[in-house]
Structures are given as C-alpha cells and as structure tokens.
C-alpha cells in the first residue's frame, strides 16, 4: 500500500499526538499563565494607540472644519466686496 510505504514518518506522527496529548495538560496552564497577561497587555496597548488615534483623527477634522469655515467667510468677503467694487485686501 502506497500510504503506508514509509512507515517511520506515520509512526512518528502518531507518536508526536499522543505525546502532545500527554503532555498538553501539564503544558497548556503554564503556558497560559504566562501567555494571558502578554495577551491582556498586547489587548490594552493596541486599545490605548487606537483611542488616541480617533483623538488625533477628530482634533485634525476639527481644524481643518475651522480652516475651511475661514476659507468660506473670506470668500463671502471677497464676493460681497467684489459687488460693491471694492478690491478686498490680500494678505499672504
């Protein structure tokens, strides 16, 4: 049989599983021990740069809103001052 031609590779699957099994039980709640804090705190981190990106995020929206309401009001300046025939004064 072709699936069973190389007989060392299967057996020592087999026996990486059940050595797995075995040992999982002693493993697994050391490991978690150390792997749940790491978690927790990799899970805070990521939470605080993401907060502190919608804060940075909403403070740039909020200028550029205050920059383009700047923008609009000299416009209306500079329109009504056109209509009246005045030539508004351009500062740079």
């Given at each position: ?15 990486i599983g ?75």
């Amino acid at each position: 049989m072709p699936l069973f031609d190389n007989g060392l590779k299967v057996g020592t699957s087999i026996l990486i599983g059940i050595g797995a099994l075995i040992i999982a039980p002693v493993v697994f709640p050391a490991v978690g021990s150390v792997v749940k804090p790491l978690a927790k705190a990799t899970i805070k981190s990521g939470l605080i740069f993401f907060q502190k990106g919608r804060e940075l995020i909403s403070e740039a929206a909020e200028a550029l809103e205050d920059i383009t309401a700047e923008v609009k009001a000299e416009l209306i300046a500079e329109r009504q001052g056109a209509a009246a025939g005045v030539q508004p004064d351009v500062q740079e």
